[in-house]
């Protein structure tokens, strides 16, 4: 059974930094994709960024340029650097796992709330 748990949330003024990190356990496949999505109040979940198993990275138009995402793949921790926080980066950040191999998987984090104030 996979089990993500995220710390790092909180209140900050816009411009500031903050730092998300995620701990995978279970069996999280050979191969997988970790990332970060955020949903706003009456909004959809988005993506914010994610990163492959190889290190490949993908990142919402958003963010790029202030955010980055990194993994360690020994201890099955995924970090969101944030950096130049704006009013409207608040949401509830959640942590995703996506199984490529073997088999096939999603799960997700709890979340935590970031709010960035003006």
């Known amino acids: 059974q996979v089990q993500l748990v995220e710390s790092g949330g909180g209140l900050v003024q816009a411009g500031g930094s903050l730092r998300l990190s995620c701990a995978a356990s279970?069996?999280?496949?050979?191969?997988?994709?970790m990332g970060w999505y955020r949903q706003a109040p009456e909004k959809q979940r988005e993506l914010v960024a994610v990163?492959?198993?190889?290190?490949?990275?993908n990142y919402a138009d958003s963010v790029k340029g202030r955010f980055t995402i990194s993994r360690d793949n020994a201890k099955n921790t995924v970090n969101l650097e944030m950096n130049s926080l704006k009013p409207e980066d608040t949401s509830v950040y959640y942590c995703?796992?996506?199984?490529?191999?073997?088999?096939?998987?999603?799960?997700w984090g709890q979340g935590t709330q970031v709010t960035v104030s003006s």
């Open positions: 279970g069996s999280l496949g050979s191969g997988n994709i």
């Open positions: 995703n796992l996506k199984i490529l191999r073997p088999g096939r998987g999603d799960y």
């Open positions: 990163i492959v198993s190889t290190g490949v990275t």
